[in-house]
Nanobody, 124 residues
Framework: QVQLVESGGGLVQAGGSLRLSCATS????????MGWFRQAPGKEREFVAA????????RYADSVKGRFTISRDNAKNIVYLQMNSLNSEDSAVYYC?????????????????WGQGTQVTVSS
């Protein structure tokens, strides 16, 4: 069983930055592909970013490319999402997800484990 706990969300002004963290349990964290997704009110969940087990391969949604960076620290069992140049369109609940396959994927259905989410609100 893998447990995921997100943190780092909050209220930020447009143009600002936040760093989300996802702490995971389990001894096999380094063999998991990890992802970040988000869901705004009235909208479907959407892919944000994903990273391979080693951190050597990443994927991003077009809407966040060049602004967001996903990374991981396998020694600490944590995955991060650095978010810069935030705008109101980025406001959502952000979820961390894990799957027991080392490659990254943008498909939410391929992730077996999910955190409870952390709220990000960007004020204009």
């Amino acid at each position: 069983q893998v447990q995921l706990v997100e943190s780092g969300g909050g209220l930020v002004q447009a143009g600002g930055s936040l760093r989300l963290s996802c702490a995971t349990s389990g001894r096999t964290f380094s063999s998991y592909g990890m992802g970040w997704f988000r869901q705004a009110p009235g909208k479907e969940r959407e892919f944000v970013a994903a990273i391979s087990w080693s951190g050597g391969s990443t994927r991003y949604a077009d809407s966040v490319k060049g602004r967001f960076t996903i990374s991981r620290d396998n020694a600490k069992n944590i995955v991060y999402l650095q978010m810069n140049s935030l705008n109101s369109e980025d406001s959502a609940v952000y979820y961390c997800a894990a799957r027991s396959i080392i490659a990254p994927t943008s498909r939410g259905s391929e992730y077996a484990y999910w955190g409870q989410g952390t709220q990000v609100t960007v004020s204009s």
